[in-house]
């Protein structure tokens, strides 16, 4: 197991911090002596997130597909704070509902936000993780692990950005920085809670089996993420289970696909309509953002 290192004096970014696991990984960090950067859609929840944290904090407005805005926060971050140790790609929003009767512009804005976005926070910082030799954690989730009927858009992006940063974790090492992948199952967030105002989406989790039906409290997946943080772990898991699945993975398609054509037959005729669009409080700001 990797040493843990202070957090005390480090300059952390977390996008998507105005609320859920974004807002409380900002406020734990902070209170584990890092300086934070903040960045999101919601300059009023920024602020509100930021306020209390005194000068150990300051917030961007800028949305994570945008290149030309995410490279205009490194560099104000880098200004404000003098350097940059730790970023944590955290922005994500998400959809359900079956494919071929989706939104489609919500099915494209989840891939958008959760893949493109992550890379282009990846992009915009890089060289300020390279001068401090820095951490990047890439936020993925049990999607990224297993595949779920109804939730395409989001199962592709996290499988998306769990590649991804595979991938740039061996582009990057020679030059100091480290890249992590974080795995979230369901944990009580807006999002989920959005979510589960859909009752055949409610219904269908529910049905999952244990321990993947389970909502999990916030806190205590945040200081797991914290911790692997602090270690500059290459993976992290919130909730400790989910390592079990990494040798189970290569079956979980065949094994899902058998349930979960039982269960789409057994609501099929409950799905007409079925149009959520982006889910929870984030998904409505990231819908208004324009």
């Not at 961007?60 to 030309?68: K, M, N, R, S």
């Not at 769990?162 to 480290?178: F, I, Q, T």
């Not at 911790?227 to 290569?250: D, K, N």
């Amino acid at each position: 197991m990797s040493t843990r290192r202070s957090l005390t004096g480090q300059v952390a970014v977390v996008t998507g911090a105005a609320r859920g696991v974004g807002e409380a990984l900002a406020r734990t960090l902070a209170a584990r002596g890092a300086s934070v950067a903040l960045v999101g859609l919601e300059p009023g929840e920024l602020r509100r997130v930021a306020a209390p944290l005194g000068s150990a904090a300051a917030y961007w407005h800028a949305d994570v597909t945008d290149h030309e805005a995410m490279t205009r926060v490194a560099a104000e971050v880098k200004e404000h704070f003098g350097k940059v140790d730790v970023v944590v790609a955290n922005a994500g929003v998400a959809t359900g509902g079956p494919l071929d009767d989706c939104d489609a512009d919500a099915w494209r804005r989840v891939v958008e936000v959760n893949l493109i976005g992550s890379a282009v926070t990846g992009r915009a910082f890089l060289p300020l993780l390279a001068a401090s030799r820095g951490y990047l954690l890439q936020v993925a989730s049990l999607a990224a692990l297993t595949p779920a009927p109804l939730m395409t858009a989001y199962c592709a992006s996290k499988a998306g950005v769990e590649a991804y940063a595979h991938s740039l974790r061996a582009e990057v090492a020679h030059r100091g920085v480290r890249v992590g992948v974080a795995y979230l199952s369901w944990t009580d967030t807006d999002m989920v809670r959005g979510a589960d105002r859909f009752e055949v989406m409610r219904e269908l989790r529910r049905r999952l089996p244990w321990p993947m039906n389970r909502t999990y409290p916030l806190e205590p997946a945040v200081d797991r993420l914290v911790a692997g943080i602090e270690r500059r772990s290459a993976h992290i898991y919130a909730q400790g289970w989910l390592r079990t699945l990494q040798p189970l993975r290569g079956a979980l398609p065949a094994v899902v696909a058998l349930g979960g054509s039982r269960e789409m037959r057994r609501v099929e005729g409950r799905l007409a309509g079925m149009r959520p669009g982006l889910v929870g409080a984030g998904g409505a700001a990231d819908t208004q953002r324009n």
